[in-house]
């Protein structure tokens, strides 16, 4: 039985230690087991902990070890590598029986580049922005609340919930941690493990594409709420696949995502 509190307004709720998942960390493809969007914000909100405050993340890869439970999680985090300019931080998720996650992250210190260091491919999304957009209909994994109704949904390109490329500008309903403001990673993290649904190219009702990792570049954090995920999906017969994302905010460019797949019938 899935061991989850009553629905607030949050994706967990902290109690000592640990932290107890809501009904909204729910994923699509079990009724006891989460998305993996929540588990590596809380795991990035973990890195973004450790001293020094002033290095931002410039890679984070989550490695599902197994399907994360709906159950309390206790998170350690602690550093590497570590350096004035550059740091690598490691943080780790268990439940009762172990290990459920882990992550690494590339941290670095922004400067403002003495005004020689020009921009470059970044630029503005090339769709309209989320308040052009129309709302998009929330996916009914079947299981009651869930991670997709915790979530903002607005069309950018393509067609949600068909086969083939799509982007969605998405924006958290609720926060990542009860009582706290969800920080610009968070807000990143929680919604860039959405791109092998975005872009979903089988059915999800006939087959499985769980993605068994995460891994996030970002050239700077997200300005606002809203973060878009422009996605397309490729898959070999043989039964392995990767989603590739770009992300974006209402400025522009921000980063990119990508999932490796495990694919096959259910």
């Known amino acids: ?42 795991l990035g909100r973990a890195v973004e902990a450790l001293e020094p405050g002033d290095l931002e993340v410039a890679r984070f890869t989550l490695e599902v070890l197994r399907p994360v439970p709906l159950a309390p999680l206790r998170v350690e985090a602690g550093v590497v590598r570590p350096g004035r300019r550059v740091q690598l931080a490691e943080a780790s998720l268990f439940d009762r029986e172990g290990e459920v996650a882990r992550a690494t992250a590339w941290r670095i210190r922004p400067g403002d580049g003495g005004g020689e260091i020009p921009e ?21 994994p079947g299981y009651g609340e869930s991670y997709f109704t915790a979530i903002e949904w607005r069309g950018a390109r393509g067609r949600f919930l068909e086969p083939g490329p799509a982007s969605a500008w998405m924006r958290l309903a609720v926060p990542l941690v009860a009582g706290e ?19 979903a190219e089988l059915p999800m009702a006939r087959f499985w594409f769980i993605n068994v990792e995460l891994t996030v570049h970002l050239v700077r954090m997200p300005e606002g709420e809203w973060v878009c995920v422009d996605a397309v999906s490729r898959i070999d017969p043989r039964g392995i696949g990767v989603a590739q994302s770009t992300l974006w905010d209402e400025r522009g460019r921000i980063g990119s995502g990508n999932q490796s797949l495990l694919v096959a019938p259910r």
């Open 1 to 42: 039985m899935a061991e989850v509190k009553e629905v607030t307004e949050a994706f967990y709720v902290p109690e000592g230690d640990r932290y107890v998942p809501t009904a909204w960390t729910r994923g699509p493809w079990g009724p006891d087991a989460q998305h993996a969007g929540p588990p590596a914000a809380l």
């Open 181 to 199: 403001e969800p920080s610009p990673l968070s807000r990143v993290l929680v919604v860039a493990d959405s791109g092998n649904g975005i872009s």
């Open 120 to 140: 470059r491919g970044l630029g503005r999304p090339p769709f309209a922005g989320p308040d052009e957009t129309p709302r998009l209909p929330v996916f009914d």
